[in-house]
T-cell receptor, first 116, second 115 residues
Framework: AQKVTQAQTEISVVEKEDVTLDCVYETRDTTYYLFWYKQPPSGELVFLIRRNSFDEQNEISGRYSWNFQKSTSSFNFTITASQVVDSAVYFCALSEVNYGNNRLAFGKGNQVVVIP | DTAVSQTPKYLVTQMGNDKSIKCEQNLGHDTMYWYKQDSKKFLKIMFSYNNKELIINETVPNRFSPKSPDKAHLNLHINSLELGDSAVYFC??????????????FGPGTRLTVL
């Protein structure tokens, strides 16, 4: 069963628009971690953020912000005022403490295309 | 200084061959991983080692054999390559902190093409 769902496969936005990427996860663990990674066209995987299940504070880092809601099992990611350099595939991932040995279960990714 | 490095970056080979991919990390991490990314970009864990000990072995064909000579290296050997093995293989590492799942640092990937 898919533990992490990223429903939007490809999202195109015009530069300077905001874009929100949805991530819904599924777990029976009470302790878990959520991550976002970016994969630009060059192919490497770049870590963006880690959140544990006890920390529901939203986070902002520059133009990036994350909204964690345990009640809806969602960990959404917003890019504000998008730029062409934001064009990439973004992956949400889950790591469960009581099951998983720190393995990352990835969603299928959101391909973001920022049009100049 | 490259944190997690993989060699080779590209590997093109014929079906039936045996090949290896090497991974090294200079971050002092205890745990290393292999992930496979298929043509649809889906990333899936294959193996994980902690201090040279195998701790995750997903349902991967036994043609795939990881080897960890020391905690800074995790190599992946693949026997009798098949067309379906074509993918990008990522190595990753993370520090081991009890009760905490730290972020994993990924290598640049090895694109394997089986002809």
């Amino acid at each position: 069963a898919q533990k992490v769902t990223q429903a939007q496969t490809e999202i195109s936005v015009v530069e300077k628009e905001d874009v929100t990427l949805d991530c819904v996860y599924e777990t029976r663990d009470t302790t878990y971690y959520l991550f976002w990674y970016k994969q630009p066209p060059s192919g490497e995987l770049v870590f963006l953020i880690r959140r544990n299940s006890f920390d529901e504070q939203n986070e902002i880092s520059g133009r990036y912000s994350w909204n964690f809601q345990k009640s809806t099992s969602s960990f959404n990611f917003t890019i504000t005022a998008s730029q062409v350099v934001d064009s990439a595939v973004y992956f949400c991932a889950l790591s469960e403490v009581n099951y998983g040995n720190n393995r990352l279960a990835f969603g299928k990714g959101n391909q973001v295309v920022v049009i100049p | 200084d490259t944190a997690v490095s993989q060699t080779p970056k590209y590997l093109v080979t014929q079906m039936g061959n045996d090949k290896s991919i090497k991974c090294e990390q200079n971050l002092g991490h205890d745990t290393m991983y292999w992930y496979k990314q298929d043509s649809k970009k889906f990333l899936k864990i294959m193996f994980s080692y902690n201090n040279k000990e195998l701790i995750i072995n997903e349902t991967v064909p036994n043609r795939f054999s990881p080897k960890s000579p020391d905690k800074a290296h995790l190599n992946l050997h693949i026997n009798s390559l098949e067309l379906g093995d074509s993918a990008v293989y990522f190595c990753a590492s993370s520090p081991a902190t009890s009760g905490v799942h730290n972020e994993q640092f990924f290598g640049p990937g090895t694109r394997l093409t089986v002809l």
